[in-house]
Structures are given as C-alpha cells and as structure tokens.
C-alpha cells in the first residue's frame, strides 16, 4: 500500500507570494490532517478535512487555508507569505475515526525569501 | 498546552532497553495514550498507543501505570536507528486534533 504522498518536497519562495502543498492519503483513508513544524514552536495544528468537509481548525490566521477533494486529496494554500511561514509542512491521512493512528507524509520544506 | 511531560533528551547504549517516561496527570477516562517518533527530516511515525492495559507491538511496549497518570515506552533493544525524537500525545479531545509537545530526543550511543 503507497503511503502518504506530499508534494513538492522543498519550495522557495518570496514574500508576498502564495503557495499551494498537495498532499494524496493512504487509499481507503477519508481524514486528512495538515501541521505546521518549526525549530521553535514544534508540531502545531492547521486543520483536518474529513470526506470533503473542514472538521477542525487550529489557531493560525485565515491566510492559511485548505480543501479536500472527491478522491480525499487534500491541498493547503497560504498567501500572502510572511517570512515566519518557514516551516515544514506535514499531513497526514487516518480513516478518520477518534481512536485511528496518524500516518504521515515526508512533508514540504516551505522556505520563504 | 500539551497535556504530558516529557524529559527533554535522554541517552540510551545500543543493544539496551530504553525507557521512555511520560506524565499525564490530567487525563480523562476515556483518553489514549499514543506514541510517535520522528526521526530527522521525516514526518513522524505511530508507534503505539494505549488505554489502560499494558500493549505491545513489534516496535515497542507501552507500561501504564494504574492511576494512568503516567505511561513508559520501552524500546527494548535499541538500535542507531531508533536514534529520534519521541512524542507521547494524549488522545485527540473533541475536535480530532493532537496537541504535540517537545518531545524526547532519544540518542542510542554504539
């Protein structure tokens, strides 16, 4: 079974600009989930889709949003990046229920200029 | 706030058991205990996770204690590649979201 896909793997960009990270679940698995990574706040949570239908979202400013698709791919969009979005991005794919293990992608090194 | 506590590194010699302790005094009754690794530049792994009983899985072992108050994870043969950063999350509250803490960064030493 292929696991969690994110791509591109590393992005440049500069201020300003907007970004969109795809991210493909684990076939079967309808949750997708999108988190922030930085040196200095650790693993924080953007939000979850469920069958198409935001579920859960963090704390982080509406210039960060999401989709998921039909075919539960998910995307993530911010824009107007600031210099503090640096960060790897990471999802990940359940099936979706309260008790399910996490599976992660390799995530997206956004690096913003 | 993370709701667990958990040593900021620890060392542990190849071949051993490594033990990896965690506190969550505040969990509810119907809260899990679940373990994840990261290691370098990848996303993190599930490692195991747990309610009340003891479980054990090819990767590891989860200890509970009986207030379930506090939890260890035993690795128990530890090789270089277990070299990584451990997280001990407490279940998803209402909204489906897991709060991440520091973690453990274990280091297995040859």
């Known amino acids: 079974k292929a696991g969690v896909t994110q791509t591109p793997r590393y992005l440049i960009k500069t201020r300003g600009q907007q970004v969109t990270l795809s991210c493909s679940p684990i076939?079967?698995?309808?949750?997708v989930s999108w988190y922030q990574q930085t040196p200095g706040q650790g693993l924080q949570f953007l939000f979850e889709?469920?069958?198409?239908?935001?579920?859960n979202k963090g704390n982080f400013p509406g210039r960060f949003s999401g989709r998921q698709f039909s075919n539960s791919r998910s995307e993530m969009n911010v824009s107007t990046l600031e210099l503090g979005d640096s960060a790897l991005y990471l999802c990940?794919?359940?099936?979706?229920?309260?008790?399910?293990?996490?599976?992660f992608g390799s995530g997206t090194q956004l690096s913003v200029l | 706030d993370a709701k667990t506590t958990q040593p900021t590194s620890m060392d542990c010699a190849e071949g051993r058991a490594a033990n990896l302790p965690c506190n969550h005094s505040?969990?509810?009754?119907?809260?899990?205990v679940y373990w994840y690794r990261q290691i370098h530049s990848q996303g993190p792994q599930y490692i195991i996770h747990?309610?009340?009983?003891?479980e054990t899985n090819e990767m590891a072992s989860l200890i509970i204690t009986e207030d379930r108050k506090s939890s260890t994870l035993i690795l128990p043969h530890a090789t270089l590649r277990d070299t990584a950063v451990y997280y001990c999350?407490?279940?998803?509250?209402?909204?489906?979201?897991?709060?991440w803490g520091a973690g453990t960064k274990l280091i297995i030493k040859p």
């Open positions: 990940a794919s359940s099936l979706g229920g309260i008790e399910e293990k996490l599976f």
């Open positions: 076939s079967g698995h309808r949750s």
């Open positions: 889709y469920f069958s198409e239908t935001q579920r």
């Open positions: 505040t969990i509810s009754g119907n809260e899990y």
């Open positions: 747990g309610l009340k009983n003891n």
């Open positions: 999350i407490v279940s998803p509250d209402s909204n489906y979201q897991l709060i």
